[in-house]
Nanobody, 124 residues
């Protein structure tokens, strides 16, 4: 499984941005996808996860109500729609994948496949 994240950039607080993750390989079923982020000097933390099969989702408390994770099974794409961005959302965002059907995998160590990150910078 190969993952490629894209869509990062420099935005102002309050703006929106959509990240995309292209998944190459057999991820259309039996996989869980996650978005993680790592701010400078901090650990990598989960942002949101989604089950390819059920569509069930998980969100970190810090992004609930602002971010939406979704997937397009036909295109093997996972998206992270980020609204009402805040300076504290500034980080490198990574998409990740692991085998499984239940969406509640929230640890970095739970995921086997990682894409290169995409930088999101939110200015105040």
């Amino acid at each position: 499984v190969q993952l490629q994240a894209s869509g990062g950039g420099l935005v102002h607080a309050g703006d929106s941005l959509r990240l995309s993750c292209a998944a190459a390989g057999r991820t259309s079923s039996g996989y869980v996808m996650g978005w993680f982020r790592q701010a400078p000097g901090k650990e990598r933390d989960v942002v949101a996860t989604i089950s390819w099969s059920s569509g069930g989702t998980y969100y970190a408390d810090s992004v609930k109500g602002r971010f939406t994770i979704s997937r397009d099974n036909a295109k093997n794409m996972v998206y992270l729609q980020m609204n009402s961005l805040k300076p504290e959302d500034t980080a490198v965002y990574y998409c990740a994948a692991r085998r499984g059907n239940y969406y509640y995998y929230t640890g970095v160590g739970d995921y086997d496949y990682w894409g290169k990150g995409t930088l999101v910078t939110v200015s105040s």
